[in-house]
């Protein structure tokens, strides 16, 4: 199996190909993206070669839609011509080409870095069977457009941007999200009102959702402590880094429940009440993690978003020793009452889903902030 997947990993790179799982988008990939990103799939209308990313994303949508020849302009004329003369030469159809993508895999780019006269993008994709496939594509400008090159194929610093985990070698954890269900018309609103709106902003960048980390072994069992986890590598669905705890002036990434950073939790409004009441908390006697992340930008890492349907999210990170950990959990997408009577300029509708309620959001400065902006509304 481990052959296969080296074959298949080698045999992409040979041809140029990074594998990214597209979606319909009107991205047009701007040189201000933060990584990691997930590529979108743009129309031939859209390919404008003005970055890297566009022109990534333009290479892989020419693949998804079966077009030959859109597929020859995101290269160099060198790689152009090495492209054909290896296809000719080995007796094989250019077309094969189009088996190199699969909508199925999860694809991101998750890092850019400028290399001699061009960028590096490294790209990361996880197969439907688990399997983690990592690799650099280069880009140089030619004739002021992006194309991607093969130029620097066979650097020996580019190896170090390759790796391939298989599913085996990932260490699997528990993992619990709060709350389970998250509100369509809550975000909806805010997306449609925070550019107008500071107050409606500035909720949306502080309000976050809970998560729990425990129960870390590999395929033979062996146990691993959250411990060992590096806070800094922990992404939900591998894109959205944690919002850090706040405690007067500290911040932090993530905390241990039974350790000796307890006493950062136990100052938290709520936190001792939830705590003896915690299902999770009471089955594993490990230590259990605990991150947050923003929960307007956790839903923006959905797919398109149905009322009354269950989404699967994924937690990764690595563990100090470089091991990979990875794990799901679901939560369901809810919408409001047709007869509901928020109004989006008022407040009351920011916490309709009682965020601010919860203990993990309970931060004197945030809280101080809703109650002024509350009564400055009552006005």
């Not at 250019?94 to 061009?118: A, L, Q, T």
């Not at 590598?233 to 950073?261: C, D, G, M």
């Not at 939790?265 to 992340?293: A, C, D, I, Q």
Request: charged share 30%; aromatic share 12%; proline share 4%.
């Amino acid at each position: 199996m481990r052959t296969a997947q080296v074959m298949k990993f080698k045999c992409i790179w040979i041809f140029f190909c990074i594998l990214i799982v597209l979606l319909v988008s009107k991205n047009t990939y701007s040189s201000e993206s933060s990584y990691p990103i997930k590529l979108e799939r743009i129309d031939k209308s859209q390919a404008l070669y003005n970055t890297p990313e566009n022109t990534l994303a333009a290479k892989i949508s020419a693949l998804l839609s079966k077009d030959l020849e859109w597929f020859y302009e995101t290269l160099t004329k060198e790689a152009v011509s090495i492209n054909k003369k290896l296809f000719k030469e080995a007796g094989l159809d250019p077309g094969k080409k189009f088996d190199m993508v699969d909508e199925s895999d999860k694809n991101f780019i998750i890092d850019k870095i400028p290399y001699k006269n061009g960028v590096i993008l490294v790209g990361k994709m996880v197969v439907k069977d688990g399997s983690i496939l990592i690799g650099p594509a280069v880009f140089i400008k030619e004739d002021g457009l992006w194309k991607q090159t093969i130029e620097y194929n066979t650097d020996e610093e580019l190896e170090k941007y390759r790796d391939l985990i298989m599913p085996e070698e990932i260490i699997s954890s528990t993992i619990k999200i709060y709350p389970k269900r998250w509100n369509l018309n809550w975000y909806n609103w805010i997306k449609e009102y925070m550019e107008d709106k500071e107050w409606i902003e500035q909720f949306a960048e502080r309000v976050s959702i809970l998560c729990m980390i425990t129960n870390l072994k590999d395929n033979q069992g062996t146990p691993y402590s959250v411990k060992e986890i590096v806070p800094e590598t922990i992404l939900l669905n591998y894109l959205l880094h944690p919002q850090p705890w706040r405690f007067n002036s500290e911040e932090k990434v993530a905390l241990i429940v039974k350790s000796k950073k307890n006493r950062y939790l136990k100052e938290r409004k709520g936190f001792k009440e939830w705590h003896h009441t915690n299902e999770l908390l009471k089955k594993y006697k490990s230590p259990v993690m605990l991150v947050k992340f923003n929960k307007f930008k956790a839903m923006e890492t959905l797919p398109e978003m149905s009322p009354g349907k269950e989404y699967e999210l994924t937690l990764s990170g690595e563990l100090k020793n470089g091991k990979r950990f990875k794990g799901t959990t679901k939560i369901i997408i809810t919408g409001w009452n047709a007869k509901h009577r928020w109004k989006w300029n008022h407040p009351d509708w920011l916490n309709s889903e009682k965020d601010i309620d919860n203990w993990w959001n309970k931060e004197n400065d945030f809280e101080d902030w809703w109650k002024k902006t509350i009564k400055k509304h009552e006005r």
